[in-house]
């Protein structure tokens, strides 16, 4: 089987493994997030950091982020009609990613208003819903989740207790944004391999074309290190949402917000030729945790850094005799 960039085989075993070890995991600090109840839609229980107060609102949180990560890596583009991407979906078990912007919403939700009595929400489309989202594309699939969780949300009596409904969405994005690919939506990596060329004319009616240095046009994070350099070249990890706030009664959207977050990673000390082999799965996973959250969290408080993920040291060598990890 050829070798593909990230071993996809690999990391998708690796994904499902997180998943099993979140749903095994005991309940999150003040979170109270338990393993998600069989079937294709659950409410989980309430939380809230504080015993609320008389006056304070009842906010249900959701997340229908999807069940796939794709992989988009930049490819040369001359004299090629094709578009410069090459594109992967790895599918998964969909309660990892939602978790993890769960996590966000309710960390977010908890500083802005901390007496709040937050519901949080499980959503998992089966059966006829999950086909008719596979068969759309792009901004049909976009529509057709929020169409399908609308409906859902309708069926749920407890909203009438409920004074709003804040729920994240993917979103697609045509153009490129701030150096990143085009045709993004929801939680990716974007590898961005080539280096800018420069053109130099040899005064013989011939081009010379060359590739600058690493050094370019974005600002990327040393994962070492975490401070910031300059690179043409680097592996982004992205997270492409819409947050919409819902009046629970009604279900009347009241607000439409739009996040498109990444965080471009070059590693200055990595011996690897190919950009995209600078990182392994263990960092990428934890890159794509991190963005997922503090998105998420960042999509209430508007003011939360999304923290950059930062590279591990090896593990040292096992004592003789000692059984290691598989």
């Not at 794709?70 to 309660?95: A, L, W």
């Not at 070059?266 to 963005?291: C, E, H, T, W, Y």
Request: charged content about 25%; hydrophobic content about 45%.
């Amino acid at each position: 089987m050829p070798q593909e960039l990230f071993r996809f085989s690999k990391l998708r075993r690796a994904l499902l493994a997180m998943s099993c070890v979140a749903a095994a995991a005991p309940a999150w600090a003040q979170t109270a997030v338990p393993a998600v109840p069989a079937g294709p839609a659950a409410q989980l229980p309430a939380v809230a950091a504080a015993p609320a107060a008389s006056a304070a609102r009842t906010v249900a949180l959701i997340s229908a982020i999807g069940d796939r990560i794709t992989i988009v890596r930049q490819r040369p583009s001359v004299g090629s009609h094709m578009e410069p991407y090459t594109r992967r979906e790895i599918k998964f078990d969909p309660r990892l990613l939602n978790r993890m912007v769960l996590s966000g919403l309710d960390q977010g939700l908890a500083q802005t208003e901390p007496d709040s009595q937050r519901v949080l929400l499980d959503w998992l489309p089966e059966g006829a819903e999950a086909a008719q989202i596979d068969d759309a594309r792009r901004m049909q699939r976009e529509a057709r989740i929020e169409a399908l969780l609308i409906e859902h949300l309708r069926a749920v009596p407890a909203r009438q207790q409920w004074d709003e409904i804040i729920a994240v969405l993917p979103k697609w994005t045509m153009p490129s944004v701030k150096g990143m690919g085009e045709k993004l939506a929801g939680i990716g990596i974007y590898v961005q391999p080539l280096r800018r060329q420069a053109l130099e004319d040899l005064g013989t009616g011939e081009l010379s074309v060359s590739a600058i240095t690493p050094d370019g046009d974005h600002v990327t994070l040393d994962p070492n290190t975490g401070e910031k350099e300059a690179s043409s070249i680097f592996v982004a990890v992205y997270m492409y949402m819409q947050t919409l706030t819902l009046d629970a009664k009604t279900l009347e959207v009241k607000k439409r917000e739009l996040r498109r977050d990444n965080i471009k990673y070059f590693d200055p000390k990595s011996p690897a030729n190919d950009v995209g082999r600078m990182f392994d799965n263990r960092f990428l996973l934890g890159a794509v945790a991190q963005i997922a959250e503090r998105s998420a969290q960042r999509a209430i408080t508007g003011d939360v850094n999304v923290s950059p993920a930062r590279k591990l040291a090896e593990p040292a060598a096992a004592a003789p005799g000692a059984s290691s990890p598989r």
